[in-house]
């Protein structure tokens, strides 16, 4: 098996791409380096972190940590996200409600993948 077949990395993968895509087309042009460099990066983030979770998974201790890193970078994205737009940076409310959606789902599977992990050990 390999982590591309994980629901989680799938979902990741996914609103990568969205939100860089978003970050380069919504956004005022100052955003591209402040706080749209920054969800870019967060989001990015939760993907690599499943993927090198995924690469250790033999050693459960290690597969824990980073898909707890993973949450993590999940709920940095989500603040970033809430920023952009309680301060005026993206404002299509369209966006940012299935962005959230979107973040607040993919958190809950994370938290749920790694329960399952945790019952494991």
């Known amino acids: 098996m390999s982590y591309k077949k994980l629901e989680i990395w799938q979902i990741s993968k996914k609103l990568v791409i969205d939100i860089h895509k978003m970050s380069l087309k919504e956004l005022p042009k100052f955003e591209l380096y402040e706080e749209g460099s920054q969800i870019r990066r967060s989001v ?56 959230h959606n979107r973040l607040g789902i993919l958190g809950k599977k994370i938290n749920l993948f790694l329960q399952a992990i945790e019952r494991s050990i």
């Open 44 to 99: 990015k983030s939760v993907k690599s972190n499943i993927v090198e979770g995924y690469g250790r998974r033999r050693y459960k201790l290690d597969y824990i940590r980073f898909l707890t890193y993973s949450i993590s970078s999940n709920d940095e994205t989500i603040d970033h996200l809430e920023t952009l737009f309680e301060t005026g940076s993206l404002k299509n409310a369209d966006l940012y409600n299935d962005f």
